[in-house]
């Protein structure tokens, strides 16, 4: 089975431009998460999502952080206008509701830099 | 108060040697699993093992064993026969509420440098 595909991997662009990160969950996983991570403050999760529909996004920063989860096989996370401030590393994970372990598998990462 | 709680910045370790990674936490939840996640220079987050509050047993996945003490509320990660290519960055993470599926968020430690030296 294929992994969390995200895309871009890497993203350079400048400050004021609009980022659009994208996400494949793992087929049959129900649940989507959106994380942030910098130096400064780890690992934070910006949202999440539970069969397509956002349940709790008191993780992101600001109205320019937007997500969307259309269908069950992908999910994007805007930012509009960028600043600097934003550049991290974006990782989608995904996981199945209520297994045993209920482990989130994560994606390999966007890496975005904000000119 | 910080939910997961790991002391150490930074581990060095000789390989073939076991190394113990720290890890404490913090919850009143009855209900709860523990997580260990490898980061890789490469960046992606890698899921190693897998502790629940009610296991009646400390998890093992190969050279990874989780020394489970729920009393003193730690989950130390236990790498075993160290290799080089476990050097990595070792997250620890809290879920609460796991029986009723309600609790959802994954809370992360700050993380744990390890260095395998020859």
């Known amino acids: 089975d294929a992994g969390v595909i995200q895309s871009p991997r890497h993203e350079v662009t400048e400050m004021g431009q609009e980022v659009t990160l994208r996400c494949k969950p793992i087929?049959?996983?129900?649940?989507l998460f959106w994380y942030r991570q910098t130096m400064m403050r780890g690992l934070e999760l910006l949202i999440y999502?539970?069969?397509?529909?956002?349940?709790?996004d008191s993780g992101m920063p600001e109205d320019r952080f937007s997500a969307k989860m259309p269908n069950a096989s992908f999910s994007t996370l805007k930012i509009q206008p960028s600043e600097p401030r934003d550049s991290a590393v974006y990782f989608c994970?995904?996981?199945?509701?209520?297994?045993?372990?209920?482990?989130?598998?994560f994606g390999p990462g966007t890496r975005l830099l904000v000119l | 108060a910080q939910k997961i709680t790991q002391t150490q910045p930074g581990m060095f370790v000789q390989e073939k040697e076991a190394v113990t990674l720290d890890c404490t936490y913090d919850t009143s939840d009855p209900s709860y699993g523990l997580f260990w996640y490898k980061q890789p220079s490469s960046g992606e987050m890698i899921f190693l093992i897998y502790?629940?509050?009610?296991?009646?047993q400390n998890a093992t996945e190969g050279r990874y064993s989780l020394n489970f003490q729920k009393a003193r509320k730690s989950a130390n990660l236990v790498i075993s026969a160290s290799q080089l290519g476990d050097s990595a960055m070792y997250f620890c993470?809290?879920?609460?509420?796991?029986?009723?599926?309600?609790?959802?968020?994954?809370?992360f430690g700050t993380g744990t440098q390890l260095k395998v030296e020859l």
């Open positions: 502790q629940g509050s009610y296991d009646q």
């Open positions: 087929s049959g996983h129900d649940y």
């Open positions: 999502f539970n069969n397509n529909v956002p349940i709790d």
């Open positions: 993470a809290m879920r609460e509420d796991i029986l009723t599926g309600g609790g959802n968020k994954l809370t």
């Open positions: 994970a995904s996981r199945q509701g209520r297994t045993s372990k209920e482990t989130q598998y």
